[in-house]
């Protein structure tokens, strides 16, 4: 009997020493991830971002100005970090914030498909909007994403400037009517 309380101290003593050991070569410590809201857009074109647009003039004598007049030189990038619970997802709206269209005329943006040079949750184009001072969704659903960054990345932004519908539109033409006008784009949480 003598020889197993020999043996039970000594299994006991082993034991405590390897507990207190392991707990000497055990450290922890905390790592704190955090990712960024993200909520960035640009516009891009290969000859800057001031465009012109107008109807050509006719070359003989009883002929309208021909319309429409169009251009798509422009590309709308953006970059988007969402919340899942506090800011699920974006849109990109447009306005006019300064100048008008001229009487007689209207102008319109659509937005294409993404190009595909980005990852994640890119935007879905809306139909063509005719714009006005009213800021109204171009691109919906934007998640975390980005378009990738320059011409031929992101969505190829196609202005259209066109005579009015309507009766009596061409009649309101006025060349003294020409302005410039600010278009803005703004990436903003739903």
Known sequence: MKNYKVLFTVAVAVVSFNTYAQDDNTEAHNVVIGIPEVAILDLESAAGTTITLGPTAPTEAGLAVAFPSQNNSIWLNYSSIVGSTTEPSRNVTVQITSGTVPSGTTLEVVASADAGSGDGAVGAPAAAVTLSNAAQNIITGIG???????????????????????????????????????????????
């Open 144 to 190: 975390s994403a980005y378009t990738g960054d320059g011409v031929s990345k992101g969505h190829n932004l196609a202005y259209t400037l066109d005579l009015a519908s309507g009766a009596g539109s061409y009649a309101l033409l006025d060349f003294d009517d020409s302005n410039t006008l600010e278009i803005t784009y703004t990436l903003s949480d739903n």
